[in-house]
């Protein structure tokens, strides 16, 4: 008995003694590395190889081929590239990049991305006719603040958000909707009319197009490709707004630079896609749950057998590529006519000549009358207005626009010798077509 006591105690105290051991080698090590000085050299020459791969990773952008247009290297930065292009007057950097260049054409980066500014005919040629150049691709990849489609692969999304689109534009979708459009834009006049008057002059009312307009344009576009759900409600017609000023805000050229970039404003962007697929979700599972379908386009994504998700994606993309230039076109109309009484005197006139020919008893008011009428009559007899229209979108487009060489190989501009490289973006400055001597001579 004493005897196995002792190898007990023998063996205990032999396992004390490997452990400690153990543990003193563990503090060895654990000293050594945090210790640099005592690395051995396969360990420096580890962590050395790892910093330059990060450093080549983060710092080496790809070459520009040889024939690709001469790099415009004012205000290039490392690492993040043309910041004036990101952040400043696009129209400015573009002008003063091709007054730099010889050829009409320059190439410059944003980050790792290669960007190739053209100009001149052949420019304008290659930028809108060819078939190899992707704009829905620069636009997600240039401009992270804007909603993006779900997985295009999701559903065929890219193919349904097409058809889906091109049915609701359609003649007969606003012949459908034109009593509703009319008297959505009704009770919004009669509701800017009901304003307090102006502190100058008591007989004049005060708005601000920018908002105001923004809103009626909103609830136009959400009555086309949305749901009449959302467009009779006035809170959640606003709640729903709010979401899409915050996506037009969302903007993150840290993410550009750096795809794999977790931002702040990746993750909120994400958090408002759930808050408006949650708004979408509860209006889907109502009409199924009480048997009641809407006449609007969500029904009919609906009865496409969209998926949510589809169905978010596309309310997300359809919304924002009607409202945003929509409601600032709309804005600065007024505000250029004020700007101009001749012109806001013809188009008055040209209200009265239509309103004289269609009115059918003397007790009928303006609102009366528009109401009436078709939508032949709309997109026939105003010709001043859509001419007034079209013009205060040439003097608000101007910016530089852009798409992506997706061809898989680069693409000649015309018979310059020039090309712009396959993967880069091609950028065109639309004041070269809006305000050049091309326009001017049309």
């Given amino acids: 008995m004493q005897r196995r006591q002792t190898i007990n105690i023998s063996t205990c105290v032999l396992r004390d003694s490997r452990l400690q051991s ?36 983060v710092f080496r952008r790809p070459p520009f081929p040889q024939n690709a247009p001469k790099l415009y290297k004012k205000g290039d930065w490392p690492i993040v590239g043309a910041l004036d292009f990101y952040y400043g007057r696009r129209s400015d950097f573009m002008k003063e990049a091709l007054r730099d260049s010889k050829t009409g054409n320059f190439s410059f980066y944003v980050g790792k991305k290669q960007l190739v500014g053209v100009s001149g005919t052949a420019g304008r040629k290659l930028f809108f006719e060819s078939k190899e150049l992707n704009f829905a691709d620069a636009f997600a990849d240039l401009l992270t603040g804007q909603p993006q489609a779900p997985d295009k692969h999701h559903d065929n999304f890219e193919q349904e958000f097409s058809k889906a689109l091109v049915s ?37 009312r005060v708005t601000d197009p920018f908002e105001s307009l923004y809103e009626i344009v909103y609830q136009l576009t959400m ?34 630079i750096f795809p794999w970039l977790p ?6 962007r994400l958090y408002y896609g759930a808050k408006l697929a949650f708004i979408f979700r509860d209006l889907i599972e109502k009409r199924k749950k009480t048997g009641v379908k809407g006449d609007d386009a969500l029904q009919f994504l609906i009865d496409r057998g969209l998926s949510l998700t589809s169905i978010v994606g596309f309310e997300i993309g359809a919304l924002f590529a009607g409202q945003l230039n929509s409601g600032i076109n709309a804005g600065y ?6 700007q101009n009484p001749e012109w806001m005197a013809r188009l008055r006139e040209e209200v009265d000549g239509v309103v004289a020919k269609h009115r059918t008893s003397p007790s009928q008011s303006y ?33 530089a626009t852009f798409r992506k060489n997706m061809s898989g ?34």
């Fill in 263 to 268: 931002t702040l404003n990746h993750y909120m």
């Fill in 168 to 204: 609701l534009m359609k003649k007969d979708n606003f012949v459908k909707n034109l009593d509703l459009l009319t008297g959505d834009t009704r009770a919004a006049c009669e509701a800017l009319a009901a304003a307090e008057p102006s502190k100058a002059d008591p007989d004049w």
């Fill in 333 to 338: 109309l007024q505000v250029y006519l004020t």
């Fill in 223 to 256: 009555r086309t490709v949305g749901a009449n759900d959302i467009a009779e409600d006035p809170k959640l017609l606003k709640r729903t707004l709010s979401i899409f000023d915050w996506f037009e805000k969302a903007d993150s050229f840290a993410k550009v």
């Fill in 22 to 57: 153990s543990e003193v080698k563990m503090g060895i090590t654990l000293s050594q590395s945090i210790q640099p000085q005592e690395w051995p050299a396969t360990i420096w020459a580890l962590v050395l190889t790892s910093a330059i791969a990060f450093l080549v990773r």
């Fill in 367 to 399: 609102a009366d009358v528009l109401g009436t009428l078709t939508i032949e009559e709309w997109e026939s007899e105003f010709p001043l207005i859509d001419l007034a229209l079209r013009e205060t979108i040439r003097f608000c487009l101007p910016g």
């Fill in 409 to 442: 190989h680069d693409l000649p501009i015309g018979e310059s010798g020039e090309v712009v490289p396959n993967g880069a973006y091609a950028i065109f400055l639309l004041e070269d077509s809006l305000f050049g001597d091309w326009y001017l001579k049309r």
